[in-house]
C-alpha cells in the first residue's frame, strides 16, 4: 500500500521534511506522493509519519497501490540499499 494525499492538503509543508524515502514533493497544486518510493514507513517506523504529523488528515491508502507489508518492506530494502550504493 502506498500512500497518497487527497486536495484537503493546506501545504503546510510538515509531511515532506518527515519522508525516509523522500516520496513525497511539491506538485502542481498540493503535495504528492510517489507511490514508488512510499513505504508507509515499513523499515523506518511504526507508523506512517506524514499521517503522524499531518493537521488536516487528508493522507489515506492510495487504492490504486494496494500492497501487503512484505512488499513494503521488500521495497524499503531495495531503496535503503540503493542510497548506499556508489
Same mark, same amino acid.
Given at each position: 500500500?502506498? =500512500?497518497?494525499?487527497?486536495?484537503? &492538503?493546506?501545504? #503546510?509543508?510538515? #509531511? ?9 514533493? $511539491? ?10 518510493? &512510499?513505504?508507509? #514507513?515499513?523499515g523506518h517506523f511504526e507508523t506512517? $509519519? &506524514?499521517v503522524e504529523v499531518c493537521p488536516?488528515? &487528508? ?12 512488499? =513494503? =518492506? ?9 542510497a548506499v550504493e556508489p
Amino acid at each position: 500500500m502506498a =500512500l497518497m494525499i487527497t486536495d484537503e &492538503c493546506i501545504n #503546510c509543508d510538515v #509531511c515532506e521534511p518527515e519522508c525516509p524515502n523522500n516520496a513525497i514533493s $511539491q506538485g502542481e497544486e498540493i503535495y504528492e506522493i510517489d507511490p514508488n518510493l &512510499c513505504t508507509e #514507513c515499513v523499515g523506518h517506523f511504526e507508523t506512517s $509519519q &506524514c499521517v503522524e504529523v499531518c493537521p488536516v488528515e &487528508c493522507i489515506p491508502v492510495n487504492p490504486d497501490y494496494r500492497e501487503s507489508k512484505d512488499v =513494503l =518492506l521488500e521495497r524499503y530494502h531495495y531503496l535503503t540499499r540503493k542510497a548506499v550504493e556508489p
